[in-house]
């Protein structure tokens, strides 16, 4: 009987030490690659296959390699855990198995970041290895230098610039790193989103209070609040949450309003356009707005874009920009795409290559990633 039951326990220990780790594959079913892109694992689906994970002692490694993985733990402003994000690269229908175990990861770099910026008039910016924005608060309302809609950073280094260029307040001219060149006034500049009623862009202003969900360092994502305005007799309350991934030239928008229309309210999300002639795509089918700016001196050239999750929007040449019309019931929540790309940055260069990247930017959003449990 001792050597039946020492002969179980040793049995059921090797089983344990032998058996293999589970592992969670995630597919690429787009015919474009993915290149260093933020997948999300559902925390239920970390669990599912590893139980008892400790989050202070996680890494992520490739299955095949044993090659450790960028990750973060995305809250989404919960107490509790919402996904794991880790950072892969596929090629077009490639799988790739990454395995969880005990362990102490190696420390990864910041490649996203945002804040609140009260020292600059209640801005609030945000940045990635690649580009960076900012929108504009309360405190610029009245001013002669008020701006409405969203900004974009010209960066040309990965690393995170926005509080050394806010406390050398020298960012309009480049140094070696990038500049801030473009020019929002009171439009909607690099993507911005505004109600439109009697054919005409109604504005409603800068944000009023804000709210950091996650901040790095493979995503960041906020929520700004804007102060109530009323429209031709109708009431608009906007909440916009902003996210941006690390590799990324845009950041997801969603916007959520309550309003007190009877049907649905008719808004437009724009691109500033240039006295000069310069390409602009307006692709209504595949719902892709793109701008290439003409050149801005010895500082380049910009492009803007805004890619939409759906089949169809349709798109008019306005007012000084490009226009994307979409509409929202109250209390619904429209999702878009938006941002940009500098030219001196190195990687997209031409109007051809950034209306190629919003292509396939919308391409990847309509076939994401697929994470299952390996079996």
Known sequence: ???????????GLSGHLTAQPATIAITNPNTTSL?????????ATVLKVYPQVDTA???????TSGKEVAYQFEHKGQKDIQNLLVQVSLGPKQSVRVMLRRGHSAQIASKTYCRYVPERYDDFAWENDRVAFRIYGASLNGRSDNAYGSDIWA???PTMILDKWYKQNDYHKDHGEGLDYYHVGLTLGAGDIGVFLNDSIQFIHNYRSWEILDNGPLRSTFRVKF??????GITVNETRTVSLDAGSQLSKIQVSFTHTSSGELPVVVGI???QQESPLLMDEKEAILGYWEPRHGEDGTIGIG????????TMLRKYEHGLAKVSAKSGETLTYYAGGAWDKAGLITSSDSWFAYLRQYASQLKHPPVVKINP
């Open 155 to 157: 960066k040309r280094t």
């Open 57 to 63: 002692q996680l890494q992520v490694l490739l299955a």
């Open 272 to 274: 500033t356009l240039r």
């Open 306 to 313: 805004c890619v939409f999750p759906r089949q169809y929007v």
């Open 227 to 232: 102060d109530p305005y009323t429209f031709k």
């Open 35 to 43: 290149i260093q892109s933020v997948v999300e694992i559902p925390w």
């Open 1 to 11: 009987m001792r050597f039946l039951l020492i002969l179980l326990l040793w049995t």
